[in-house]
């Protein structure tokens, strides 16, 4: 046996032999990532980078991320809308390093958020096309937007009664409670919670479940709110879920949700009614309430207008009978110095009655003439009246 | 007043009633009971809109 070398000799060679090969040179991988543990306290994040055939592990490597390239990390969950965990496919570049103590690992230098955002991309445009291609009651439509039952239900007159999907004692509960509490209109709504983990990787399936006690429970809702708070900008993964988004797009009671921010629009999103914060979804609630309470204040005044109208039309043409009656009153005719032409009692109105001989009243204001006719002559259009 | 009184048919029962009399066909004799049914119709909407009644049975 020749003599044996010491441990530090033979790593002193592979430090050499790795160093010769790979000092100076960096290479862009696409792997898969697991047993991500980061510490943002210390901008440090270890991890395992691995290649699978089937499942099983067919390649595995240590990985880090220092100080200097852990910005990579919070610009992918940035730009990616999702948690930089274990599971995840990136393409990232690496140095290849060796210490004589720790072993062989890869140091991330940078990731390519590119390569992230198109993997995304491309899962959401393969689900949106599924739940197209499999659900005929979900279209497309030209303007990009798309058609589903759910969107397609109609909203009611007024908002009562409220089923709320949201994390308990979460920021978008809160929210959604304060405008919806306690609002200046005095509106009351009977929101009932239904409280489930809204991010992570089982989330998709405990919203679903919640979704279908809604539809189980006894109590009439008007409108499903699904609310998200704020604060978390990443991980909407679980609104891009086949199932959910399916559920969503087919379910009978309308959906408003609430679950991201300007630039965020999950699938679900598109199933359902969208706004953007849950601070939102109360106010449109509101709104929609005031809008209706103006509509019934309007024919209110419209009402009382036209009653307010009838009567003074009724008290106006009162007036004007009363006035006319007056001024046909027979003694209104007298004091204008016509006379009453009567005879046995009755008022002549044809002359062809009486005749020559004949002893007619005639009535004046303060007396009446008796007199006897003594002739008779047809008025000539001269004759002075 | 009906008992299964819901926001939609009070508006719509207002309604007829702004549409009658904007379209004179309510007679004066008949005003009176009018005003009250278009009050009791706009009491209903004011106050059930403030109040919660929970609802037991699922309306189909």
Known sequence: MPTPQKLSTLINEIDATIR????????????????????????????????KDG?????????VFWSNAYYNIVAFEKETQQVFVSGLEITCNVRVRFHKRYGIDLEV????????????????????????????AIQLLSNGNYATPNKQALLPTVFKSIALITAPNSDGQRDFN?????????YAFAVTPF????????AS?????????????????????????????????SFNDYELAKTIALFPIPILTGIGHDRNTSIADLMARQLKTPTEVATFILENNMSFEREIEILKERFFYSIDKALKEAATALTGYRQRVKNLHPTTILNKGFAIVKMNNKIITNPQNINTGDEIQ???????????????????????I | MNQQLTFDTAFSELKKLVNQIEDDEIQLDTLAEKVNEAN?????????????????????
């Open chain 1, 20 to 51: 010769n090969r790979f000092a100076g040179n960096t290479f862009w991988i696409k792997a898969e990532i697991t047993d991500v543990k980061k510490q943002p306290d210390k901008q440090w994040c270890f991890l395992k980078f691995i290649e």
């Open chain 1, 55 to 63: 499942n099983t592990i067919t390649t595995e490597m240590k990985a």
């Open chain 1, 109 to 136: 230098l940078e990731i390519d958020f590119a390569y992230a955002v198109g993997k995304l991309e491309l899962e959401r445009k393969q689900i949106l096309d599924r739940l197209v291609r499999d659900n005929p």
């Open chain 1, 178 to 186: 304060k405008v919806i509490d306690h609002n200046k209109y005095g």
């Open chain 1, 195 to 202: 409280l489930t983990t809204i991010q992570g990787d089982t």
């Open chain 1, 205 to 237: 399936l405990l919203i679903l479940q919640q979704l279908q006690l809604i539809a189980a429970s006894k109590i009439h809702f008007d409108v499903v709110v699904i609310v998200r708070g704020g604060g978390s900008d990443i991980d909407f993964k």
């Open chain 1, 362 to 384: 005639v009535i004046l204001k303060t007396e009446t003439i008796y007199s006897i006719i003594t002739k008779k002559l047809k008025n000539e259009p001269t004759t002075n």
């Open chain 2, 40 to 60: 009791e119709l706009i009491q209903f909407c004011e106050s059930k809109l403030r109040t919660i009644k929970t609802e037991t049975a699922k309306q189909s």
